[in-house]
């Protein structure tokens, strides 16, 4: 079982930068991470993918191209998502997500919210 730990959200204003870390219990080098966020009452949504290898290659949703970047450091099992230019439509609970074949692991979410 991995655990993981997001840390890094908070409130700004519209414009305004965060970079979200998701800390996992164990090596998570054989796993593809990313990140999804929610809003209440709505389904999760896939916001960034970076496949296993650190310097991966990464996927974006169209709604955050140019201004999110996922990375990811396998030696601290960590996985980042800087957030630029932040609009109040990214307001939501942001899920780290690490998965391979037959496994997969979220953590308990932490809070964005944009202020216009």
């Known amino acids: 079982q991995v655990q993981l730990v997001e840390s890094g959200g908070g409130s700004v204003q519209t414009g305004g930068s965060l970079t979200l870390s998701c800390v996992a219990s164990d090596a998570i080098y054989n796993y593809a991470a990313g990140w999804f966020r929610q809003l209440p009452g709505k389904e999760r949504e896939f916001v960034a993918s970076?496949?296993?290898?650190?310097?991966?290659?990464?996927l974006y949703a169209d709604s955050v191209k140019g201004r999110f970047i996922v990375s990811r450091d396998n030696t601290l099992n960590s996985v980042y998502l800087q957030m630029d230019n932040l609009k109040p439509e990214d307001t939501a609970v942001y899920y780290c997500n690490a998965e391979r074949p037959g496994l997969n692991y979220w953590g308990q979410g932490t809070q964005v919210t944009v202020s216009s």
């Open positions: 970076i496949s296993r290898y650190t310097g991966g290659s990464t």
